[in-house]
């Protein structure tokens, strides 16, 4: 089964995190990864797929910091995970790029 993935940043705020004491990781192609996602039904549809039971869901406040902590312990972040004709397919979410702000 191949991954499909579109890579580029992702506003985070207000996305929601599947939780079982801590952050719920799951493995796709052989690579640990973090799923997060945008609706409380994606959340579910992907839990109910992957048989996991038991969480509860929390909400992503500050993107910016979430996504510097999960780039600091390498851990990969994928939008939206969900299985489409026998492949997976989501978003991998990179940092946004700094903006320089002096003159």
């Not at 579109?6 to 985070?12: H, Q, R, T």
């Not at 996305?15 to 493995?27: F, H, N, Q």
């Amino acid at each position: 089964m191949k991954a499909l993935s579109f890579i580029g940043p992702v506003d985070l705020n207000g996305k929601l995190l599947p939780w079982a004491g801590r952050p719920i990781i799951v493995t796709i192609e052989g690579r640990r990864m973090l799923p997060i996602f945008s609706t409380e039904e994606k959340l579910h549809t992907a839990m109910s797929e992957t048989r996991i039971t038991g969480y509860s869901i929390k909400v992503i406040d500050d993107g910016v910091d979430f996504m510097a902590s999960m780039d600091e312990q390498g851990m990969p972040v994928c939008l939206d995970p969900y299985r489409h004709e026998g492949r997976m397919r989501f978003k991998l979410c990179v940092s946004q790029e700094p903006h320089d702000e002096t003159p």
